[in-house]
C-alpha cells in the first residue's frame, strides 16, 4: 500500500507539473519578456538581459527568505494560470460541441444537403446509364459526392462546428441503424465493457480534454501578442494545433463509442434479459430503449 500511495503521489506531482506549473510558467516567463521588448525592439536581447541583470543584483534577491516567496508566487501564479486555462478550455469544448448561432448550422445544413443530392443525383444516373464507362464515371462522381458530404458531417449537421457534428453524429447513426437511444443505453453499456475498452475510450475523450486546453493557452499568448507581436504568432500556431488535435481527439472517441455499440451492444441486450440473436437489431434496439427509458 505505501508503494501505491508514492506511486500515486509521483503520478499526482507529474500530472500537476505538466497539466499547470510548465505551460503557466512558460506563458509567465513569454508575458515578461515581451512587456520588457514591446513591438519596437522586439528582437533585441539586450533590453531583457540589462533587466536579469539588475534582478540579479537587487539585496533583496539575495536573501534566501524573499527567494523562497518568489518562487512561491512564481508557482502560484503558474498554478493559477493553468486553472483558468482547465476552465476556459471547457467553455470552449462547449462552444464547439453548442447548437448555436444557428446560422453556422443552417448553413452547415445547406452545404451538406447540396452535397446529398448531388451524390443522389449520381447514384440515379449511373443506374440509368446504358453504356458501362458512362455508368463508371456516374459512380466516380457519386463517390466524389459521398466523401464531400462526409466531410461536412456524417449525418445531417446540427451543431455550428465539425466537432459537435462529429459527436452528434454517433447518437443519429446509432439511432437509424438500431434504433437504441444511446443518451438512455451509454451509462449501462458503459458497466457492462471490459476494462481496457473503458480505458481506451477514456484516454481518447482524455485527449480531447487536452486540445481544448491548449487552445485556451493559445489565447494566452494572443493576448500577450498586443505588447508582442512574436507571441501572437506562436498564438495562433498554438491554436492551429489544438484545433487539429481536437479534430483527430473527437473523430477518435467518437468511433471507440460507435464501435463499443456495434461490438458490445449484444452484451447490453443480455443484461437487461432482452434476447439477442446474431446481430443487433432494430426490434432489439428498440426494446432497449423501452426498457431503460421507462415510459419518459
Not at 508503494?3 to 500515486?8: I, N, R, S, T, Y
Not at 463517390?143 to 443519429?172: E, K, M, Y
Request: one cysteine or more; hydrophobic letters at 50%.
Amino acid at each position: 500500500m505505501i508503494k501505491f500511495l508514492e506511486a500515486l503521489g509521483g503520478k499526482l506531482a507529474e500530472r500537476w507539473l505538466a497539466l499547470l506549473l510548465g505551460p503557466g510558467a512558460l506563458l509567465l516567463c513569454v508575458a515578461a519578456a515581451g512587456t520588457t521588448l514591446g513591438q519596437r525592439h522586439w528582437y533585441r536581447l539586450g533590453p531583457l538581459t540589462e533587466r536579469l541583470d539588475r534582478l540579479s543584483t537587487e539585496p533583496a534577491l539575495r536573501n534566501t527568505g524573499t527567494l523562497v516567496l518568489a518562487l512561491a508566487g512564481l508557482l502560484a501564479a503558474s498554478a493559477g494560470l493553468g486553472l483558468a486555462a482547465g476552465a476556459l478550455g471547457a467553455a470552449l469544448e462547449r462552444l464547439w460541441l453548442a447548437d448555436r448561432p444557428r446560422r453556422l448550422v443552417e448553413r452547415r445544413r445547406r452545404r451538406w444537403d447540396e452535397a446529398r443530392r448531388d451524390y443522389e443525383a449520381a447514384l440515379l444516373e449511373a443506374a440509368t446509364r446504358t453504356f458501362a464507362e458512362e455508368a463508371a464515371a456516374a459512380r466516380e462522381r457519386a463517390h466524389v459526392c459521398n466523401a464531400r458530404r462526409n466531410r461536412i458531417a456524417l449525418a445531417r449537421p446540427a451543431r455550428s462546428f465539425w466537432l459537435g457534428d462529429r459527436l452528434a453524429a454517433v447518437d443519429t447513426r446509432i439511432w437509424e441503424t438500431y434504433r437504441l437511444d444511446l443518451t438512455s443505453a451509454w451509462p449501462r453499456l458503459w458497466l457492462t465493457l471490459p476494462e481496457d475498452v473503458r480505458t481506451e475510450i477514456g484516454a481518447a475523450r482524455a485527449r480531447l480534454a487536452a486540445a481544448t486546453r491548449l487552445a485556451a493557452w493559445s489565447l494566452g499568448y494572443l493576448a500577450v501578442g498586443l505588447v508582442w507581436w512574436p507571441s501572437a504568432l506562436a498564438g495562433v500556431v498554438t491554436a492551429a494545433t489544438a484545433w487539429r488535435r481536437a479534430r483527430v481527439a473527437g473523430a477518435a472517441f467518437a468511433d471507440l463509442a460507435e464501435s463499443a455499440v456495434d461490438l458490445h451492444g449484444r452484451t447490453l441486450a443480455d443484461r437487461l434479459g432482452i434476447p439477442c440473436e446474431g446481430v443487433l437489431t432494430e426490434e432489439t434496439g428498440a426494446a432497449i430503449t423501452g426498457l431503460l427509458r421507462k415510459r419518459t
